[in-house]
């Protein structure tokens, strides 16, 4: 009985297995009439899940992003080249190792979704 239940459930698994998964939807702000500023906004707070650990006036996890536009204008810095992981952390670089496991999301994002996000971060004051 129990080598059918399981034989049951291992059939039902793989019928259930789409053979493709549908492909990322590209989004481009123009689309929605979003400006870059509202739809790095989308981003932040949808896809991105960047509020798990990041608030406009707040630190929670990581640095608040009042801070982080703060920190990256003063230093010149190029936020969507951190989002990369093409330059090194400048503004909390012990949060670091946090923040690394969500480079694996913004390595997928597209370059136009990047400079949203950037323009996001910049427009908190």
Not at 11 to 19: A, F, P, T, Y
Not at 30 to 50: M, R, S, W, Y
Not at 56 to 67: D, Y
Not at 73 to 84: E, P, Q, S, T, W
């Amino acid at each position: 009985m129990n080598r059918t239940l399981s034989l049951f459930f291992l059939l039902l698994l793989l019928g259930c297995k789409s053979k493709e998964s549908a492909p990322e939807q590209d989004f481009s702000y123009e689309d929605d009439k979003l400006t870059p500023v509202q739809h790095g906004q989308k981003i932040f707070e949808g896809k991105g899940n960047c509020t798990a650990c990041h608030q406009p006036e707040q630190k929670i996890i990581g640095p608040s992003l009042k801070e982080i536009a703060s920190v990256y204008k003063n230093r010149d810095g190029a936020i969507v080249k951190f989002l990369k992981e093409e330059s090194e952390p400048i503004v909390d670089p012990a949060q670091y190792a946090a923040m690394k496991v969500n480079f694996t999301v913004t390595k997928r994002m597209t370059d136009e979704e990047l400079q949203a996000l950037e323009a996001y971060i910049y427009s908190i004051k």
